[in-house]
Each structure stands twice: as C-alpha cells, then as structure tokens.
C-alpha cells in the first residue's frame, strides 16, 4: 500500500517566466523555469532519483495566447511544455497535462475580466500565499507552478 510519502508532487508552469514548484515529505519547494532544456532535465532527473512514485501537474499551453504576446514567448513556453512532457514520460512520471483554465476553476480568484495583466497576477499570487506560508518563495514565477501543485494534490485537477 502506497502512503503519501511515497509521493513526489510537482506542478509546472511552462512560460518564460513560470517556474516549478513541489512537495514531497509535507514541505514544498519552488524554483524558476530552469533556463535551458538541459538544466529542466537535470532538474527532473534529481526528482526522479527520489525513488518516489512522481506525479506531475503540467500547464499545457492555450491554443489561443492573445495578440500581445510575442512570438516568440508562445515557442519557449511550447518547447518547454513539450520538452517537459517527452522527458518526464521517459522517466516513469505520471503526468496530468492540465489547460488553464482546470487548475484556475480550482481557485477562488475569479477571471481575468477587465483587471490589468499586473492586478490579475497579483490576485493569483496572493491566492498562492494563502494556500502556502510555509516559507516557499511566492513571486510572480512561483505562483501558478504553486496554484497548479495545490490543485492537483488535492484532486481538484486529474
């Protein structure tokens, strides 16, 4: 029978500016996207050395991004996506592809509506640090990897 300390949980935010937050023996963790696809394999290498069964809670990218939002920022967050997905996949996680909108539905902060980029991310970043004041940074990287985590672990995300 497994218990939960047998369980390594990560949640992802993909993006330029995301960042991957876990929790593994009641304490969580969380870090800036890694900036090379070789450091977020060596990231996930080291969680999958843990000899821990992995669940990973991964944002998939929305199929429309918005007209100011660069191109550019569209291929990291796919590549990363994709490059975490494929590489997890090789290392026996599981793995939860979750679109936005799932681990969003999941917290009491409402919609985007007519609040500005900045007021949004930071209603976000509050809802993370309510949910986690246990000393993990909350900034405006760690806060939806976090807001992900928290959904999947407590089953709100599948």
């Given amino acids: 029978m497994t218990t939960t300390t047998d ?7 993909p993006g330029v500016n995301g960042g991957i937050a876990w929790r593994v023996d009641g304490k969580t963790y969380a870090v800036k996207m890694p900036p090379t696809p070789v450091d977020i394999v060596n990231l996930l ?3 999958q050395q843990t000899n821990r069964i992995v669940e990973l809670f991964l944002e998939i990218p929305p199929l429309f991004a ?15 996506a994709e ?3 494929f590489a997890a ?9 979750v679109a936005p909108a799932a681990w969003l539905k999941a917290h009491p902060v409402g919609t ?6 900045t007021q949004w991310k930071n209603s976000l970043k509050a809802r993370a640090g309510d949910l986690f004041p246990d000393g993990v940074p909350i900034t405006l990287w760690s806060a939806d990897a ?5 959904a999947g672990i407590r089953g709100a995300i599948k």
């Fill in 146 to 150: 976090l807001l992900i985590l928290d």
């Fill in 112 to 117: 985007k509506g007519k609040r500005t980029t």
């Fill in 45 to 47: 290498r080291q969680f």
């Fill in 66 to 80: 918005g007209r100011n939002i660069p191109g550019s920022a569209i291929a990291k967050l796919m590549g990363n």
């Fill in 83 to 85: 490059g975490i997905y």
């Fill in 89 to 97: 996949l090789s290392m026996g996680f599981k793995i939860h592809r």
């Fill in 7 to 13: 369980f390594l949980y990560i949640g992802i935010d």
